[in-house]
């Protein structure tokens, strides 16, 4: 394809350390590993990139506006540090008339608010584990759920507010969860039925005919005896804690041809359903009687070779640089068939 020149949007803010003491939130870094990697391998690719940063100010926004380019890679997680405004990044590029890789707007909202999408995969079949939302002072939706739950924010990612306590068994435990998750997070409640399985993801790439890649397991069989297994902050991000260095993605050799294909045609099924596009993953659980459970859907997933969805591609064949020129690709290709 022809060699453009791309602007790499990313999001910077000065950490107030006294403001975050006490965040429950997990830290992240402000120059991420991805922004860097990103920009060399669109070099490599032969594209001219360019930084574009976003540091919370509206100073930044309108460098942004008055940029040039002819593609934003957009890796952008949050605005001034708030990880569910990623959503108004996608919505004043769109505004400004900018063509950007990954999700829009719409299909960061959707994935982010948990109920939300759940209400939608039900509407189109596909299952999601059994949920209750609760709001302060009121319930606004609920199955008949049993213990263990897992409770967590009904709009937050990368974890956020899931912990191995987040996985209860008693009414006390729900109780002080639900408040727990209302007073840190500002946020309503998701009760989901606790799952007990493998954790599988499938990554996906492409618009008109996507494409889902080799599945990755998350191996948490090695996880402490008597702890939950799930991907919570401190499998993700605590990097001391036995949990974290126990864990690791992996390539699955047993699940057989019929489940690995069930896998990818419903991966490809949430893709679509809530709108994600360029590229995105879908995390499953297997339950031990063998049904199949979306957990959520995450659109812009992390681009580190090391990442799960790098890890995917790279076992279909692709090198990192050849993954990320391929999402520009699809995405210059969906704006010149008239997407947005």
């Not at 991907?231 to 260095?245: I, P």
Request: charged fraction near 30%; aromatic fraction near 10%; charge should be negative.
């Amino acid at each position: 394809m022809a060699k453009l020149r791309i602007g790499v949007l990313y999001d910077f803010w000065w950490e107030d350390a006294e403001k975050h003491a006490d965040d429950a939130r997990p830290p992240r870094k402000n120059a991420d590993e991805d922004v860097q990697e990103v920009y060399e391998a669109l070099k490599r690719a032969g594209h001219n990139p360019v930084y574009l940063r976003l540091d919370g100010t509206p100073q930044s926004l309108i460098e942004l506006a008055t940029s040039e380019s002819d593609l934003i890679f957009n890796l952008v997680e949050s605005f001034g540090g708030d990880d569910r405004r990623d959503i108004n990044v996608a919505a004043y590029l769109e505004l400004l008339g900018r063509k950007f890789t990954g999700a829009g707007a719409s299909g960061l909202y959707l994935a982010q608010d948990k109920a939300l999408a759940k209400k939608i995969f039900a509407f189109h079949g596909i299952h999601t584990p059994y949920f209750a939302t609760v709001y302060r002072g009121r319930t606004d939706h609920s199955h008949d759920i049993q213990f263990p739950v897992i409770v967590k924010p009904a709009r937050e990612d990368r974890s956020i507010g899931i912990q191995f306590g987040a996985v209860c068994g008693a009414i006390k435990e729900l109780m002080e969860r639900i408040d727990y998750i209302h007073t840190e997070f500002d946020t309503p409640a998701l009760i989901e039925e606790y799952i007990e399985g493998r954790e599988l993801y499938v990554s996906v790439l492409g618009n008109d005919k996507p494409e889902a890649l080799p599945i990755v397991e998350l191996d948490l069989s090695k996880l402490p005896a008597g702890t939950p297994k799930i991907a919570g902050t401190e499998v993700k991000w605590e990097e001391d804690t036995d949990a974290y260095k126990k864990t690791k993605p992996i390539l699955p050799q047993d699940l057989g041809e019929e489940l690995e294909a069930r896998l990818k045609s419903v991966a490809v099924q949430a893709f679509q359903t809530l709108q994600l596009r360029d590229y995105g993953r879908i995390d499953f659980r297997l339950a031990l009687d063998g049904t199949l459970h979306v957990l959520e859907v995450n659109p812009n997933p992390y681009l580190l070779p090391s990442a799960e969805f790098c890890m995917a591609a790279r076992q279909a064949g692709r090198s990192f640089p050849q993954l990320i020129d391929r999402i520009v690709e699809v995405a210059m290709a969906r704006y010149a068939n008239g997407g947005s």
